[in-house]
């Protein structure tokens, strides 16, 4: 896939990138310095990470890769559903040549990541996705770093953004604002809008919820082929992202994010009051990049209509060349890029 960015100016890595496109920048946002160029990385291609960790973390046992130096600035990459740490298997190279330490967890019901009492309620809710990651972040002795994502990683960035900004360096956002609440969510949208979401209706259901428990495989390679239709990927990139849905607790996870939306599902008391700052639509301060690719095809907002929500510096980026939902693994060069970017004067 083509990574070219609808913006201003262009980077080479290094000669191991040929014409890396930058972003078009929304009036009155300055460009972005340079990031140091990340010569003699392979570009696209990697299929595993060179190191694979667990960690107790809050309520969880994590399972996370970790690549570059300890003391780098740190990223943490976050994976929607469903998808998993294989999403950055591309963009970790590029920052960790540029020196960045990368962390990339799955988060909660994905991969290794397993909670560490039986008794602990499988809540899919988005702040206590977020309350995870705070509590990685506090396990590895992180106090601030960049966070970045797409699908849930995007919406659980915009959370951690939001509620715990002096923790968050700077953002990264695949489709933007995404912070929503349960009262929002029983809002009723045009049809063909809601048609875009019909498998959160069918999660809704009994029915929905064995069929995904059945069918996740099947399910889940749908999903990707609807989100991004111009992505050609095998089946051996399918499987290897595919394994983290064998996780015990992936389906009621899953089940509970998306009923919870609706208003169908409790959550958990002691969430009650991030959620109610939530509801409340916050603006966003970081430093932030919003990107979305030109070929998305999971529901998605206009940019325009979130970027009002950034009150810091800001611009957006918009991926060119069939890119789809999975961003990050359909154009790592110009996710890592986005990265590189709006760390650069912060």
């Keep these: 896939m083509s990574d070219d960015v609808d913006h201003n100016r262009r980077r080479f890595f290094a000669g191991a990138v040929t014409m890396l496109a930058a972003a078009q920048l929304t009036p009155g946002t300055a460009a972005a310095k340079p990031a140091k160029p990340a010569a003699g990385v ?17 309520l969880l046992n994590v399972g ?18 469903p998808y998993d740490i294989y999403s950055f298997v591309d963009v970790a190279p590029l920052l960790v040549a540029a020196g960045y330490r990368v962390i ?9 990541t397993r909670f560490l009492s ?22 590895l002795r992180i106090d601030k770093a960049t966070i970045a994502g797409f699908d849930w990683g995007a919406r659980t960035a915009n959370i951690i953004a939001a509620l715990w900004p002096e923790r968050c360096k700077a953002m990264v956002s695949v489709s933007g604002y995404l912070i929503g ?25 009994e029915r929905g919820r064995e069929g995904y428990e059945k069918y996740r495989r099947e399910f889940s390679k749908l999903i990707w082929q609807l989100a991004s239709p ?19 607790d992936h389906v009621a996870i899953v089940i509970h994010n998306y009923r919870w939306r609706l208003g169908l599902a409790e959550g958990e008391a002691k969430y009650d009051g991030y959620e109610a700052l939530l509801s409340r639509a916050p603006v966003i301060g970081v430093p932030t990049i919003t990107m979305e690719g030109d070929a998305n095809g999971a529901p998605h907002p206009n940019p325009s209509a979130y970027a009002k929500m950034f009150s810091g ?24 890029a986005a990265i590189m970017d709006v760390t650069a004067d912060v």
Excluded: C
């Design 42 to 58: 392979k570009i696209g291609g990697n299929t595993s990470f060179a190191s694979l960790k667990q960690i107790d973390a809050g």
């Design 64 to 81: 996370y890769a970790e690549a570059g130096p300890v003391d780098g600035p740190a990223v943490i990459l976050l994976h929607g559903w």
């Design 104 to 112: 990339v967890p799955y988060l909660r019901g994905y991969g290794t």
């Design 118 to 139: 039986d008794g602990t309620m499988r809540n899919g809710q988005p702040s206590a996705i977020a309350a995870d990651i705070i509590a990685v972040m506090d396990a």
């Design 181 to 205: 609440s349960q009262q929002a969510g029983k809002m009723p949208l045009p049809p063909k809008a809601e048609l875009q979401w019909w498998y959160q209706f069918y999660f809704a259901t």
């Design 230 to 248: 111009q992505w050609h990927f095998d089946d051996a990139t399918f499987e290897r992202s595919a394994a983290a849905f064998d996780n015990p």
């Design 313 to 336: 510096k800001y611009s957006h980026r918009t991926i060119k060349g069939g890119v789809g939902h999975n961003l990050p693994q359909e154009a790592p060069k110009a996710f890592a």
